[in-house]
Every structure is written in C-alpha cells, then in structure tokens.
C-alpha cells in the first residue's frame, strides 16, 4: 500500500516562498501524477496543481504565477514551492497521487502538513 | 473553471435512514467518447485527509461498503448512503477531473440527528 508523507516548513514569513517535499513509500513513484491540494481551516479543497514523472506539470491558473513542481524521481519525493506567500495561503496542504484510474482520481493521500503564513 | 455546487451545506439523517447529497456541476463532465462522467465522491472526517469513495461517478473504490453508491450523468449527480451507521459522519466532497483545473464542491456536512 502506497504512503505519502508531506514534510517542509510549518510557519513562513509573508512573501517568502513556500517549499513543501512530499515523499511516496511503498511504491514507486513513476508513471502516476502526483498533485498537491491545499485545505484552508474550516474550508473547502483547492487543486495547486500536479507534476507526472517526465517532469510535465499543469498547475492551477489562479496560482501558476506563483508555483513550481519537480519530482526526483530516484528519492520517490516531488516538491511544491509557492512564492510571495500572503496570510491567504495558510491551509492544510495535502499531496495526492492520481493515475491509477484517471489522472484527477486521487486514489491515495498525504496526512497534510498545516503551513501557516505569518511574521 | 467548472463550478462544482453541491447541496444541502449541511445534514443530519438518524441512524439505519438514507442520506443523500446532491453535486452539481456548471458544465457537461461527461466525456462522449468514451462515455464515463469525469466525477468523484470523496469523504473526509476530522483531522485526515479525504479518502476516495466513487469514481466514473458510480464506480466504488475497493473496500467502500456498498451502502454508499453514486448516480447521475451530465452536469448532475448524487451521492447515496444507505442504512447510515455512526462511522459515516464526515464530509463529503465531489469533484470534476474533466478537466484542469480539477475543482470540488464546497463539502457537505453528514451528521447523525
């Protein structure tokens, strides 16, 4: 059974950049799309965006000035960094692994990681 | 961006009754040329991530009893469970993978009256 494990930063300063590393276990991390999914406290889910294992990303339109994914495939891990962080980006961010069934079906989940924006 | 709403925000259903949740989406996610709805239920308790519960919007995951069932085609869709047991309160979301970006509903709130 494949586990993912979302690692970084708790707390970043406003406009700094958020860097987050999901590690996959359990399996390998080739031919799926791995996505990153964020929960605001209390709120509704948002789709950042995801990365396949060539490298090739489609990322959110409301955030895609803002992000960047990469995947090491030789550590299983893919990251996320999200820059010029505001309060607005305080959420639960959770990775995803989608492609068993579909590309958008996330079949596993990250536990999340709560990333608080703040001086 | 497809809108996805979902309906009631919140509800509570006795124990051993029916709950039923409503998704609607602002555009067709239904793919014509392989005819499958690009719609998922998902359904998260506190403190865990979500946990994938219908696919294809009526095919369920393996290990999802079979009193939750999903239903519904184009742009409307409903989640259904059946003989509710106290494990079922949580919230539940739908979401489109038709296209990028994928979007969910608000979640609907599952409580036991």
């Known amino acids: 059974q494949v586990q993912l494990q979302e690692s970084g930063p708790g707390l970043v300063k406003p406009s700094e950049t958020l860097s987050l590393t999901c590690t996959v276990s359990g399996g390998s991390i080739s031919s799926y799309y791995w996505s990153w999914i964020r929960q605001p406290a209390g709120k509704g889910l948002e789709w950042i965006g995801r990365i396949y294992t060539s490298g090739s990303t489609s990322y959110n339109p409301s955030l895609k000035s803002r992000v960047t994914m990469s995947v090491d495939t030789s550590r299983n891990q893919f990251s996320l960094k999200l820059g010029s962080v505001t309060a607005a980006d305080t959420a639960i961010y959770y990775c995803g692994r989608g492609g068993t069934y579909s590309n958008g079906i996330f079949d596993s989940w990250g536990q999340g990681i709560l990333v608080t924006v703040s001086s | ?113």
């Open chain 2, 1 to 113: 961006d497809i809108v996805m709403t979902q309906s009631p925000d919140s509800l509570a259903v006795s124990l051993g009754e029916t709950a039923t949740i409503n998704c609607k989406s602002s555009q067709s996610v239904l793919y014509s040329s392989n005819n499958k709805n690009y719609l998922v239920w998902y359904q998260q308790k506190p403190g865990q991530p979500p946990k994938l519960l219908i696919y294809w919007a009526s095919t369920r995951e393996s290990g999802v009893p079979d009193r939750f069932s999903g239903s519904g085609s184009g742009t409307d869709f409903t989640l259904t469970i059946s003989s509710l047991q106290a494990e079922d309160v949580a919230v539940y979301y739908c979401q489109q993978y038709y296209g990028t970006p994928y979007t969910f509903g608000q979640g609907t709130k599952l409580e036991i009256k």
